[in-house]
């Protein structure tokens, strides 16, 4: 997941989708003041509303150019906390162990596509996070009931090579920018259970996409076992 | 799925579970007047309460004892249709084709644990419904977030056979009554589409079991292609 095979890496900033907005479940797991890592944090949609709100964020991302509008963004703004943004790989976190009271995924996890990786973050989130802290993670969905998502998971197949993933294109080139996976409840599930989380909430939710579409999500926070 | 290898033929009428809600959403496929076909009626909890609205309802059931049940409670009850109820096989239905303008199966399917009987199911609803008429399904999704329902799909599997479906016992004698088989929203889609029918509606919701737990749910529409 280097920055030469990563197409995250290299893309450009405006052009990084973030249309999911935080469940306010959050605020059950976390407190102002707590300390937060925000990974996938793009131009920092989740995480400087969360600083303005008095939680300490530091937001990770391996697009440098994302990081840099999220930086300005947030000098913008009046934050009683600034937060700190650090261009890092999900799979190895800049962070000591039992740092974070919670990590948030927010549409992270559909930009990964190998299954390895997505193992490696998780067990990553889940080492970086104190003893009984949380992962809050919102996701996509397999939403097989849209007859244009049922025909992009089948005519996709051949280039993502794995059920429920979808081409997503650039806008200017018309050329493949991304892979994005929705997941299965299944899927998601063994993800946190086989890689120390325990589920300890469970959303079936609606997401609109950067087109506009509605497709089938998930809120789900983890406690670390 | 003769009376002989079908748990259903015989199963005590009382011990039916029926604890799933119409959907309102089925007034915008259905008015009163119109031939409704209740495939896995029961005792009748939604054949009834159909009937006392004007719908002219029919119900069908492998299990004699719960349609006279039914049939008891509707006598007893003023409905201005009287629903008739008729002792038949879902995958033989004893009606014409085209005779109906709406077909609803309420947490039916979830009880025939055969693929091929599933897909007969609904070609024979396709058959008895007429052109571009409706099929109204509800039904039990896969939990896999429910510790509960993940170890019951884990354990059951080797009787059942098939992942999602879980052994449900008699409360009295604590045999194993009949399984019952949750589904995804992939396996449920294509059921449909692939034997006559495309989504017109589709809903993920919550149902509460015969055992009062919650556990994901559906609501469908088809409109028959």
Redesign the interface.
């Known amino acids: 997941m280097g920055e030469h095979t990563n197409p995250w890496a290299n893309l450009k900033g405006k052009n990084i989708p973030s249309n999911v907005e935080l469940d306010h479940v959050i605020y059950q797991y976390a407190r102002p003041g707590c300390h937060v890592l925000d990974i996938g944090c793009g131009t920092g949609k989740v995480s400087i509303p969360l600083a303005s709100q008095g939680f300490l964020v530091k937001g990770v991302d391996i697009n440098a150019e994302a990081l840099m509008m999220a930086t300005c963004s947030s000098g913008s703004q009046k934050c009683p906390q600034v937060p700190l943004f650090v261009q890092a790989d999900a799979t190895h976190l800049p962070f000591s162990d039992s740092t974070f009271d919670l990590v948030i995924m927010q549409a992270f996890l559909t930009t990964v596509t190998s299954k390895d990786d997505r193992t490696r973050i998780i067990r990553e989130a889940c080492r970086v996070l104190k003893p009984q802290a949380h992962l809050y993670l919102a996701d996509f969905g397999?939403?097989?009931?849209s007859?244009i998502y049922?025909e992009r998971y089948i005519n996709d197949l051949p280039v993502t090579r794995e059920e429920g993933s979808i081409l997503a294109y650039d806008r200017e080139t018309g050329e493949i920018a991304y892979i994005a996976h929705h997941f299965?409840?299944?899927e998601l599930?063994?993800l946190l259970?086989g890689n120390g989380f325990?589920?300890e909430f469970?959303k079936?939710d609606g997401f609109v996409t950067r087109n506009g579409n509605l497709v089938?999500g998930f809120v789900?926070v983890g406690g670390k076992v």
């Not at 397999?142 to 009931?145: A, F, G, R």
């Open positions: 397999q939403t097989w009931h007859k049922r299965t409840e299944k599930v063994f259970v325990e589920i469970f079936r089938n789900v």
